[in-house]
């Protein structure tokens, strides 16, 4: 009768210990949700969260290709797992269609089943149509900067995703984000990272949308109109081949 009554107790017990463990985690779960709901206001100086002096640019290693080269990543020299979160690198892998091909290498099959090392500290994503300045926040447009442009900086989470906006003629272009990893043991729900992906469409919708405009602003003794619509017709193929999908999120142009 004693033993069972204390393996009754034991159970009871483990079931208890099990219990507050669940609440525990859904208590720092629902907390971390509520930090990444945190947006700053746009300023016109960038927010860097942490020091990034000793930090090195990844550029792969023996073992793992670095197969995003528009992508960079700075990583801290001493061999901490900071990017420990799984939904970052699903996200990687998901944005940029990574899959494995029969051909792959060995090293080009690691980076792509895990394209984020895990000393990751920052990540720097350009959008379409620019390409990455001289710091990991700066985002440069391909055909260069218009006269009058300027560039604008806001914070997604808790510090956690820095947008940098390049404004042109009243227009706000998400130009690339930078995903901060501040310590080790950050938790997938910290990320709004669907900041990112939506952006990342948006971009491709104004990127047309600023070409367009680029072409049709052109003065008639240049261009007769035959461009303009050359570039409809390839813009137009583009997006069937590319199978995009519709921008429900455009209302988030910013218009300053």
Known sequence: ???????????????????????????LKYL??????????????????????????????????????????????IFKSYCTSSKINKFMIDLFKLRIHEDDGTSTRLGKKCPLPMNARVISIKMNGFKHGKELHEFEPIDGAAPGSSYEFQMFGDQKIQATYYVEGGVSYPAGYCIYLSKTGLRDEEFPLDVIRESWWLALCQGRMRRMSQVTSAPMEEDDGSQGGKLCEELEMEQIKRQDPPPSYASTINIV
């Open 1 to 27: 009768m004693d033993l069972e009554f204390w393996i009754y107790e034991a159970i009871l017990g483990l079931i208890f210990v099990g219990f507050n463990i669940s609440l525990i985690n859904e208590s």
């Open 32 to 77: 971390a949700q509520r930090r990444s709901k945190r947006t700053t206001e746009v300023k016109k100086t960038p927010m860097i969260p942490f020091s990034q002096e000793g930090l090195y640019e990844y550029k792969g290693d023996n073992h793992k290709k670095h197969v995003i080269p528009d992508v960079r990543i700075l990583c801290s020299p």
